[in-house]
């Protein structure tokens, strides 16, 4: 069995966590250009490091009852509770069950008269920005799909409250990655501030969405939104629902682990697009099928759209890596992987590795074309992992960054402030360091 090379990061391996927190992606990047498709390196602990194809093929599908998520993940919780993102065993496989008809096709079609309704909006108040001053439109993505999560999951919910959980979600987030990445700053805040205003925000945040649940119990006629349908979801072989615990953990997951990968998504599009006039100028050609957004069998008859999206997604993953705890000794194509040993799977890699991808940085919707795809590799290309725990959301995703895509094109041009260094920093998602400023015209 072949031993995995080691990756030293620096000369002292106290300055490690340092340097890796400091640019994650470029230590990746000087790891696989030193040591190959998969290596080891010493952070607080010691990572398996991949972006091989095989690995991932193994861990999460072949041998994925061997793995469960890694501790990362776990940083999570105070948030998502046990939605299906934190939770594990036979407990996720009965959420999952309960979960999966929100995502049905029929249920996705009523959802996208909600998504086309508030994309239509969306369009109206953008001509406000039109030949004016750059626009962060990272924020703009932000306020949309938030927009759509928090309408297609409670309804009737009034702005106030919108802004209120959109706000306090980034909050905590942030306060979690900080922990998990530096965790020597943990000390400090308890001291500055930040952990009383994650509790306090966190306090604020439950009691919102509690308040949504309960009053839904009362309520004769039933809302058609998600939260809805997890309260009446049944499991087909025990009988059993969901506790209010579950549902808030469940609506809260659908929420967090939503909006923000597809708004990040389409930030990092628009951009690309800014410098690719000829990509716009086909997107255009097939939105000529609709006036302001397209209906939902319109969206179905815009493939090279949604080329342009998978494309986004190769190169800019929002969910840019994945990590897995072994629970046994294991073997991965002839290496081993020892029990307890955290495997890093670096999503953002796999999409950009030479060794599987032509050009891999060169942004190509043709890869995404019909042949190409039937003659690519299962493994190659995982914007929403594969396996078991394949997102449950993938086919709510790819819909609605299809839908705002194709309606935003149709109506503006975009333009890069030269001004505005646009920089790549993974937060949870693969967020920019200071937002995405555009003009439109």
């Not at 020597?184 to 308040?211: C, S």
Request: neutral net charge; aromatic residues 10%; proline residues 5%.
């Amino acid at each position: 069995m072949s031993e995995i090379p080691l990756f030293k990061i620096a000369k002292f391996d106290i300055q490690a966590p340092f340097i890796f927190a400091k640019d994650p992606l470029l230590a990746l990047r000087t790891g696989f250009d030193t040591c190959g498709d998969t290596f080891r390196i010493k952070l607080f602990r010691e990572f398996i490091v991949s972006r091989d194809p095989a690995f991932f093929r193994h861990i999460l599908v072949s041998n994925n009852k061997n793995y469960k998520k890694g501790s990362s993940s776990k940083m999570l919780n105070p948030v998502l509770g046990n939605g299906l993102v934190t939770s594990e065993g036979e407990f996720w496989l009965r959420q999952r069950r309960l979960v999966q008809p929100a995502f049905h096709r029929e249920r996705l079609q009523e959802l996208f008269v909600t998504m086309g309704q508030i994309t239509s909006d969306f369009l109206d108040e953008m001509e406000a920005f039109k030949g004016k001053g750059a626009v962060d439109i990272d924020a703009k993505m932000m306020g949309i799909t938030a927009d759509i999560a928090l309408k297609t999951l409670f309804g009737n919910i009034s702005n106030e409250d919108k802004m209120q959980i959109f706000h306090q979600v980034n909050r905590t987030q942030r306060y979690l990655v900080t922990r998990v990445r530096r965790p020597y700053r943990i000390p400090l805040m308890y001291v500055n501030g930040e952990r009383t205003r994650f509790k306090t925000d966190l306090a604020y945040f439950n009691k919102l969405v509690f308040e949504f649940i309960h009053e839904r119990h009362g309520v004769k006629e039933k809302p058609n939104d998600l939260l809805q349908l997890l309260l009446d979801s049944i499991d087909e072989e025990t009988g059993a629902q969901m506790n209010d615990q579950q549902i808030r953990d469940e609506a809260i997951t659908m929420f967090a682990a939503g909006h923000e990968t597809s708004a990040t998504g389409l930030s990092w599009l628009l951009l690309e697009l800014a410098k690719q006039p000829e990509i716009v100028t086909k997107i255009r050609e097939e939105a000529k099928i609709f006036d302001t957004v397209p209906g939902f069998e319109q969206l179905m008859k815009l493939p090279y759209t949604r080329q342009v999206v998978e494309e986004g997604l190769r190169l800019f993953p929002p969910a840019w890596t994945m990590t897995r705890e072994a629970l046994e000794d294991d073997d991965v194509e002839g290496q081993l992987i020892p029990k307890g040993t955290s495997v890093f799977m670096s999503v953002y890699e796999l999409h950009r590795n030479p060794n599987i991808w032509k050009n891999p940085l060169v942004f190509n919707p043709e890869n995404f074309s019909a042949e190409n795809v039937k003659n690519r590799a299962k493994y190659n290309y995982l914007p929403f992992g594969a396996g078991p725990r394949l997102c449950i959301g993938q086919q709510f995703a790819m819909m609605e960054m299809q839908l705002i895509l194709a309606s935003i094109v149709k109506r503006f041009d975009f333009e890069i402030d030269p001004k505005h260094k646009v920089g790549i920093h993974p937060q949870i998602v693969l967020k920019s360091t200071n937002g995405i400023k555009l003009f439109i015209k």
